[in-house]
């Protein structure tokens, strides 16, 4: 091989070996095999060399023509390969690294409150039962012993719906939980034990009152059920809901069309402190009572066998009360702040106390 050739080629190499990414790359491959590239040329002049000698220049050429382009190509595969390792080195993920926190959403405080509440009753035997927000005024107030131009009807600010009235009965939006009694004895044969959590509505707003709260019910009908019943049971209840396991109780004589006797229930707790248990002062938490015989009747059971008792609280009120939640309103508004607040971690277990 002639000396011009020899240089050829180890100038290519040395050229490809400075090369250190595709575009000094195809810089030199153009310079060697390009149109105007200095083989190209040598193969362009061969023309004109003298016949002689062409045979023997022709199979030269031809030679490093073969090793320039395996050098080329050879050259191409490492870059190519080292651009690959660099590409994996840089994307490298360490799978070792915790995962970033992730922000989840939190259980409302009303939430919260229900699943603690069905989970203590729950272990008390009661199920949850439920009923539509639009009610008849039947199971909202007549089979609950509340008759026609009764007080209590107005006393609960009831809103009517009067595109909805049908059969003579007049729809209402349920002013308590307690129509869902009605319905769960009419629909079940006793024993019962149910609680119903629930949306309630009244015409009434302002800062401790707003046109829809929410509110669970409770009913329980058996054979031999007597006072004493309901007092243990909302007793155990209380002080497992508010975590304190000597939380004062008393009941009080009170008047529900729908119990006889009916009791109002307070707990002990500090006015000048708000802090629920000692403090010597009482708290109003909910009405309960034993089932009128009258609203057994209406609902097709009979109170010589069967007796029951029932009760009705306000979630919002216990909720505020437990948490120290000062206002009603932010309930509803979905602040994100206020949520962040007193919202309730889904992932932690709902939290029950001794006794349970
Ligand atoms: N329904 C009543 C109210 O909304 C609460 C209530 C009182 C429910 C006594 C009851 C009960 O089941 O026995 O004010």
Redesign the pocket.
């Known amino acids: 091989m002639t000396d011009d050739l020899s240089a050829l080629i180890s100038e290519t190499e040395a050229a490809l070996a400075a090369s250190t990414d595709l575009r000094t790359w195809d810089a030199v491959r153009v310079a060697v095999m390009g149109k105007n590239g200095s083989l190209t040329n040598k193969l362009k002049e061969l023309g004109k060399v003298a016949p002689e000698e062409r045979r023997t220049r022709g199979a030269a050429l031809n030679v490093v023509k073969d090793a320039i382009t395996a050098a080329i190509e050879a050259r191409r595969a490492a870059l190519d390969a080292a651009a690959l390792d660099a590409r994996l080195a840089a994307e490298r993920m360490d799978v070792t690294l915790p995962p970033r926190p992730v922000v989840n959403g939190l259980i409302h405080p009303i939430s919260r409150t229900m699943e603690e509440m069905a989970a203590i009753f729950g272990a008390m035997g009661f199920a949850i039962a439920e009923g539509p927000d639009v009610e008849d005024d039947w199971r909202n107030f007549g089979a609950l012993n509340i008759p026609a131009h009764h007080s209590a009807r107005e006393d609960?600010d009831t809103f009517y719906v009067p595109a909805l009235e049908a059969g003579g009965r007049r729809r209402v939006m349920r002013?308590?939980?307690?129509p869902v009694?009605v319905r769960t004895m009419i629909a079940q044969e006793p024993p019962i034990r149910v609680i119903v959590p629930g949306r309630?509505y009244r015409a009434d707003h302002d800062a401790t009152h707003s046109p829809m709260f929410h509110?669970v019910?409770?009913?329980a009908i058996d054979r031999g059920l007597t006072l004493g019943h309901l007092k243990g049971c909302l007793i155990d209840f209380l002080r497992i809901f508010f975590g304190i396991s000597n939380l004062p109780v008393r009941f009080r004589s009170s008047y529900?069309p729908?119990?006889e006797p009916?009791m109002e229930v307070d707990i002990g707790w500090n006015r000048k402190t708000g802090e629920l248990g000692g403090g010597g002062d009482w708290l109003e938490i909910?009405?309960?009572?034993m089932?009128h015989p009258k609203v057994l009747a209406n609902c097709g059971i009979d109170a010589r066998e069967w007796q029951g008792?029932?009760?009705?609280?306000g979630i919002e009120r216990v909720t505020m009360l437990k948490h120290g939640i000062p206002d009603l309103r932010p309930f509803y508004e979905s602040d994100i702040r206020w949520l962040r607040h007193y919202g309730f971690n889904p992932l932690a277990a709902a939290m029950l106390h001794e006794g349970v």
Do not use: D
């Open positions: 609960m002013t308590h939980t307690s009694q309630t509110q019910e409770g009913l529900f729908f119990t009916s909910l009405g309960s009572g089932v008792f029932a009760f009705g609280m």
